[in-house]
């Protein structure tokens, strides 16, 4: 759909879709549209408040459709502290959803993998997070109608959507991994030694991305699932540079499996 130069607002997209859950694709995982069931497309540039990407040629879109028989909104392309975004600006599209009534986010990431047994072009479903950014979305005065001052973050990944995912992952034979997601600035790839200290603290991928948004849409009270696709294995004593093509490849490898998965989670709601 395109309407100029007008914008949309929370409102007016409502009047669009009623979307039951909301789906972040992450770094080349354009793929999963292919599974979506496409019934509209909005520019961010004509939505009011969204931040345009920095990235030449994409400016993002949002799409509504269908995926496992439900309604969603998908964010079509995501924004990233490294291109010089505020967190705020990162995730406005979620309070945005969050305006929207919408309770369940979906997202997925390309990450590295800290651990032997993560393949690249597999997937790793994330239940926990350690936020490395150093910043934080909520950093400034608390809309209390929104969600409260200090969020707990106990449950940040829901244990609801983490047992629907794994059972997906059953019923398709899908080896699905699991681990803690770390959240780095970015945009330089770690050192050998920041990798093992990432190890040792804990993480067993690395990205550049969806702490932030966990953050946000927890305190907004939604439900958060999160699946990393493994595009590269960093071994810091066998450490090899990674190319963008590389990990492109492995997120296109990686993307029909989130599809199945987050196609299966949907239809289990
Ligand atoms: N490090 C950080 N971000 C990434 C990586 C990585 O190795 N692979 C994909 N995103």
New binding site residues.
Partial sequence: MSRGLEYFTAEELLKLARPEAAVILG?GLGVLEESIDIRESISYRNISGFPVSSVKGHSGRLLFGTLGGRSIAVMSGRFHLYEGYTPKEITFPIRVFAHMGIKKLLISN???GLRKDLEPGGVMLITDHINLTFKNPLVGPNVDELGPRFPVMTEPYSTSLLEKARQAAFKNGIDLKEGVYAQ?L?PS??TAAETRMLQIIGADA???STVIEVIEAVHAGMEVLAVSAI??L?DPDNYLP?SLDE?LAMAAKAGPIIARIFSGVLEGL
């Fill in positions: 770094t390309a990450a590295g780095l970015g790839l770690e690395v990205g550049m595009t590269n960093n990674s990990i």
